[in-house]
């Protein structure tokens, strides 16, 4: 009987310790108690656009312009259990044909910044922040222009 309680515990412990794709947190953790997850999808944002059309925010029109779909989730009023299975699942997670824009791994924490490029446009950002307090990540997934992104910065760069 002990030896296989072991074996269990060891195919869970390895099933937990693969490594998993933003859509399998995606998948994993949407539904968790107090989760708060919202997907936008290209019918959403196709939707939105005529109203942002004549809006006086440039940032705002550029963003709905090139963004098609956008899912985030937000997992800080769930309990330290599910915020310590996200934890350890982020680290393990997939980035192959991702390029990292931004890395900090701080005590009790790791925040991620990494996007997919596909013919010098970025198809998809995903910013992923696990840790303690604060458990939660977002991707947008479109045709952003570098250039638009590099305006973007300069002209926020006070409110940075």
Do not use: W
Request: charged share 30%; glycine share 4%; with cysteine.
């Amino acid at each position: 009987m002990k030896t296989f309680i072991l074996s269990l515990l060891f195919i869970v412990a390895s099933a937990s310790a693969q490594a998993q794709t933003p859509g399998d947190l995606f998948r994993c953790f949407k539904s968790a108690k107090d989760a708060e997850y919202v997907h936008l999808g290209k019918l959403a944002f196709a939707l939105m656009r005529p109203f942002v059309k004549g809006h006086d925010d440039a940032d705002t029109r550029m963003a709905m312009r090139c963004i098609r779909s956008m899912k985030a989730l937000d997992l800080d009023d769930c309990t330290d259990e599910v915020k310590h299975k996200f934890a350890q699942m982020a680290k393990n997670l997939k980035t192959n044909g991702y390029e990292e824009l931004v890395r900090s791994n701080e005590k009790g924490g790791r925040a991620l910044i990494l996007m997919r490029q596909k013919k010098n446009v970025i198809r998809e950002l995903l910013i992923l922040s696990a840790g303690d307090d604060d458990c939660s990540m977002v991707q947008f997934k479109g045709k952003i222009k570098p250039d638009d992104v590099e305006k973007l910065m300069k002209d926020n760069k006070k409110t940075l």
